[in-house]
C-alpha cells in the first residue's frame, strides 16, 4: 500500500519541527536558524516589504517623514509576527542566523534586486536599534489597560539593562546619565562583596530595593539621607507622552549609539480596540516620536484588524481620533499566502507524487468535483488540477473551514495559545507531537484518502472545548449514546458539525456535510446516508441537535444554518420538554389538527350547476371537518387482525340500514405502532413552544423553540 506521505518531496521531511507561532523573544540560534531558512516569501510579502522599505528609507534618508508609524493587519497566522521580526532583525544589521546577517538571508528570499540592495543598504549604512515589544507578554501586571507609552517605557529600560524594578530603574538612569552607574556597580560589590554581581538582584523586588537603600544615600546625599528614606519614598511615573519619548529615544541612542530607532510592538489592535482613551495615548505616542525623531524614529504596530475598522467601531468617534487614521501607513497581509506557504513548506510533492496524482485527478475528476462540493461558503470554485496536486489530501475548502476556525478561535481568545494554520495542518498530516492519540495521522493512509472534517475536528477538538465547550460535549454524548456507540458514520457526522458549527454563517446543510466528510478520491455518492443520519440524530432529543433553517437564524451569523449544538442554556427547557405528560385530549387534538390538514381541501362538486354538493371529515363519532357536509366520511380505527371482520359488518350494516349508511363512507384505518409515541412526542414540542415566549428567550433558547416547531412540524407531514 503506497501511503500519502511517499508523496511528499524529501527538501523537507514533514515531520520536522515547525514552530507553534513566531515569538518576537525566542533568540535560541538554532531555532531562529530553523525559521529563517523555513520562511517563504510569496509575491504578496515582497510588496509589503517594498511599501514598507520605501516608507521608511524615505524617513531616515531624508531625516524627515509625513508620519512614522505602519500598520501591520492581516488575519491571525497570516504571518504578521514573521514579517516584522524579520524585517526588524534585518534592519539592525548585526543579527545573523547560521553565521549569515539576517539581512542577507532575508535579502536572498526577494525576487526584486533593487529590493534586495535596497534592504542591504539601510541595514549596513543605517543600522537601527530594534525594540520588539510583545503586548499580550509585557503588560504592566500592575495594570493591564495600562498605555502602550507606559509599558514601552518599561520595556525599555528593560532593554538597556535597567531593573524591572520601576524606582531602581529611575536611580539607575539618573546614575548612568551622570556617569555614575559603574561606581554604583563598584560600591555594591564593596558592599555586598559575596552576593555578586548588582544586576544579579536589581530585579528582585524584595532584596533589589533592601540592598539598594543602603547604598543610594551615598550617591544622591541630598535628597536620601538614610536607607530609611530611600525605602519610603513612594516613585510614581508622571511623565507626559512627548518626555517619555524624548527620554527613551536620548536613552537609546545614548546607551546604543544609533540615531535610527524602530519600535516593533505586536497586537496593538486587539490591545486598544476595546479602550478609547488607549487608543487616544497611541495617537499621541506617534506624534511625540514623530517630533523627537525627525523621520529617524518609527513604530510598527501589528494588529488583526485594519486601523480604520477599529477607529470606525470606537466608542467615541472624535475628530482627534479620527487622526489616528493618519498617523500610520497601513500594511495588510494576505490571507490567501498562507495556502501558497503552506503548500512551500509542507505540501509539496516530489515529480513522482506529483504524476500519480495528476493520473488520480484525471481519472475521477467530475465525480470528485461534483461530490465535494461546497455550497455558501468561500469563493465556491471547484478544485482544478494545480489546486489538487499542491493542496492533497486536503481540498481548497478543507484549508478554506482551518483558516476560519483559528480565525474564528482567534476572534475569541486573541490567538493564546493557538497554533498557526500550518502547525494545525501539519499535525493533521502526522501529529509530530503526539497530541491526537488513538488516531492514525492521515499521511499514514492509503494514496486517495482525503481530508475531513472529522479529521479537522480531532485536530481542534481541545481548542474548540475552551471555547466551545457544548460543541464537544454534544459530540460526546454522540459517542456514548448506546445507539451510536458503533456507528461510524454518525460519529462523523457528529464531528462535521462541531467542526463547523463555530464558523460565520456556514451553511451546515447535510449535502455540505457530506461533501466534506467526502472520503476517498473514487468513493461514491453518500449524501443520502448522511441526511439518514441527520434525521437519527435530530430525533435522539438527548443529543441536542437540531436543525436551523437560513430563514430562522438569528441576526448573529457565527450560528449559521443547519445542524448545530444547543447551548447548555437550552438544557432547563430541554427538561422541561421531556417532562410533560400529555393527556389524551392533547393527543386527540392533535390527531383531529393533522387530519384536517390531511384532507385540507374537502371534497365539493357541483351536480349539473344546480346543486353544490360537499364533503366533511370524520374520525368515528368526531367532526373533524366540514360538519354539516352532503356526504360524510368517516375514518374508523380498527385492529389489523379485525379489518376483514369489521368489513363484513359493515357490508351488513350498509345493507340493512340505509337511513343511516346513504351519504356515509367508511374507510377502515389501521395506526402504526409508533403512533402514539408520535403524537406525545408532538404534544411536547407544542406544549414547550407555547410555554416560553420567542421575546423572552435568548438567542440559543430562539433556535431551540424554532427547532422544536419545525420537529412539531415534521411529524405532522409524516
Known amino acids: 500500500m503506497t501511503q500519502i506521505r511517499d508523496l511528499f518531496s524529501d527538501a523537507r521531511k514533514v515531520e520536522r519541527t515547525i514552530e507553534k507561532v513566531i515569538d518576537y523573544y525566542e533568540n535560541d540560534p538554532a531555532k531562529l536558524d530553523r525559521e529563517v531558512e523555513e520562511y517563504e516569501v510569496t509575491d504578496n510579502l515582497e510588496r509589503s516589504y517594498r511599501t514598507f522599505l520605501e516608507t521608511y528609507d524615505a524617513g531616515v534618508r531624508l531625516g524627515d517623514a509625513p508620519e512614522v508609524g505602519i500598520w501591520v493587519s492581516g488575519f491571525y497566522g497570516s504571518g504578521k509576527s514573521s514579517f516584522t521580526k524579520y524585517l526588524g532583525l534585518a534592519l539592525r544589521g548585526d543579527a545573523a542566523s547560521g553565521g549569515v546577517p539576517i539581512y542577507e538571508r532575508l535579502a536572498a528570499k526577494l525576487k526584486d534586486t533593487a529590493l534586495a540592495q535596497d534592504l542591504r543598504r539601510l541595514a549596513t549604512k543605517q543600522p537601527a536599534t530594534v525594540v520588539f515589544l510583545d503586548l499580550a507578554r509585557d503588560q504592566l501586571i500592575q495594570n493591564s489597560a495600562e498605555t502602550i507609552t507606559n509599558v514601552l517605557y518599561a520595556k525599555v529600560l528593560d532593554f538597556v539593562g535597567y531593573s524591572k524594578v520601576p524606582k ?20 555594591y560589590r564593596e558592599m555586598f562583596p559575596k552576593k ?3 544586576v544579579d538582584i536589581h530585579d528582585d523586588p524584595l532584596i533589589g530595593p533592601a540592598r539598594g537603600a543602603k547604598l543610594i544615600p551615598q550617591f544622591f546625599p541630598d535628597d536620601f539621607e538614610t536607607a530609611q528614606d530611600f525605602r519610603t519614598q513612594h516613585y510614581q511615573h508622571n511623565r507626559t507622552v512627548d518626555d517619555v519619548a ?13 540615531e535610527e530607532i524602530v519600535f516593533v510592538v505586536d497586537e496593538v489592535g486587539q490591545y486598544v480596540a476595546a479602550n478609547t482613551q488607549l487608543m487616544l495615548n497611541l495617537d499621541g505616542l506617534v506624534r511625540a516620536l514623530k517630533a523627537v525623531g525627525r523621520g529617524k524614529v518609527w513604530l510598527v504596530a501589528t494588529a488583526q484588524q485594519e486601523l480604520d475598522a477599529i477607529v470606525e467601531r470606537a466608542v467615541l468617534n472624535s475628530a482627534e481620533l479620527y487622526r489616528l487614521k493618519d498617523r500610520f501607513r497601513s500594511i495588510t497581509l494576505d490571507a490567501s499566502d498562507i495556502r501558497e506557504i503552506t503548500h512551500r513548506r509542507l505540501l509539496t510533492k516530489s515529480a513522482d507524487g506529483e504524476r500519480r496524482l495528476d493520473t488520480l485527478f484525471k481519472a475521477q475528476a467530475e465525480p470528485l468535483r461534483l461530490h465535494t462540493r461546497v455550497e455558501g461558503f468561500g469563493p465556491g470554485k471547484d478544485v482544478d488540477l494545480k489546486a489538487f496536486r499542491e493542496m492533497y489530501p486536503f481540498l481548497p475548502v478543507h484549508f478554506d ?14 490567538g493564546t495559545g493557538l497554533r498557526s494554520a500550518i502547525r494545525v495542518i501539519q499535525d493533521l498530516l502526522v501529529d509530530p507531537t503526539g497530541s491526537m492519540k488513538g488516531l492514525t495521522p492521515i499521511a499514514r493512509h492509503e494514496v486517495g484518502t482525503l481530508a475531513t472534517a472529522e479529521d479537522i475536528y480531532d485536530a481542534l477538538r481541545n481548542d474548540l472545548s475552551k471555547e466551545f465547550p457544548h460543541v464537544v460535549e454534544g459530540v460526546d454524548r454522540v459517542l456514548k449514546h448506546k445507539r451510536f456507540a458503533n456507528h461510524d458514520l454518525a460519529r462523523r457526522v457528529a464531528k462535521a458539525i462541531a467542526a463547523l458549527q463555530p464558523l460565520d454563517g456556514f451553511p451546515r446543510t447535510a449535502e455540505n456535510l457530506a461533501a466534506l466528510l467526502y472520503p476517498r478520491v473514487d468513493a461514491g455518492p453518500h449524501v443520502e446516508a448522511v441526511r439518514d443520519v441527520l434525521r437519527e440524530l435530530v430525533d435522539v432529543k438527548e443529543l441536542g441537535i437540531v436543525e436551523v433553517r437560513a430563514e430562522d437564524a438569528t441576526d448573529d451569523a457565527a450560528s449559521g444554518s443547519g445542524y448545530l449544538y444547543l447551548s ?10 421531556d417532562e410533560h405528560k400529555p393527556t389524551g385530549g392533547e393527543k386527540r387534538q392533535l390527531q383531529l389538527d393533522v387530519l384536517r390538514r390531511l384532507f385540507d381541501p374537502m371534497p365539493r362538486t357541483s351536480l349539473h350547476n344546480v346543486r353544490t354538493v360537499s364533503g366533511g371529515l370524520w374520525l368515528g363519532s368526531t367532526a373533524v371537518a366540514g360538519e354539516g357536509a352532503d356526504i360524510r366520511f368517516v375514518l374508523e380505527h380498527v385492529d389489523p387482525a379485525n379489518i376483514a371482520k369489521r368489513s363484513d359488518e359493515l357490508k351488513t350494516e350498509t345493507r340493512t340500514r340505509t337511513s343511516q349508511y346513504g351519504s356515509t363512507v367508511v374507510w377502515l384505518v389501521t395506526w402504526p405502532a409508533e403512533l402514539d409515541d408520535d403524537l406525545a412526542e408532538a404534544c411536547r414540542s407544542a406544549h414547550i413552544t407555547r410555554s416560553v415566549p420567542d421575546s423572552e428567550a435568548d438567542r440559543d433558547v430562539q433556535q431551540f423553540l424554532r427547532a422544536e416547531k419545525r420537529r412539531l412540524e415534521r411529524r405532522k407531514e409524516a
Open 246 to 258: 524624548e527620554e527613551i529615544v536620548e536613552l537609546l541612542r545614548r546607551k546604543k549609539g544609533c
Open 568 to 577: 447548555d442554556r437550552v438544557r432547563p427547557f430541554q427538561a422541561k420538554r
Open 168 to 187: 531602581l530603574a529611575e536611580v539607575e538612569r539618573r546614575l548612568d546619565k551622570d556617569g555614575r552607574y559603574e561606581a554604583f556597580q563598584a560600591a
Open 196 to 198: 555578586g554581581e548588582w
Open 401 to 414: 473551514v482551518v483558516m476560519e476556525l483559528i480565525r474564528r478561535l482567534a476572534r475569541r481568545t486573541g
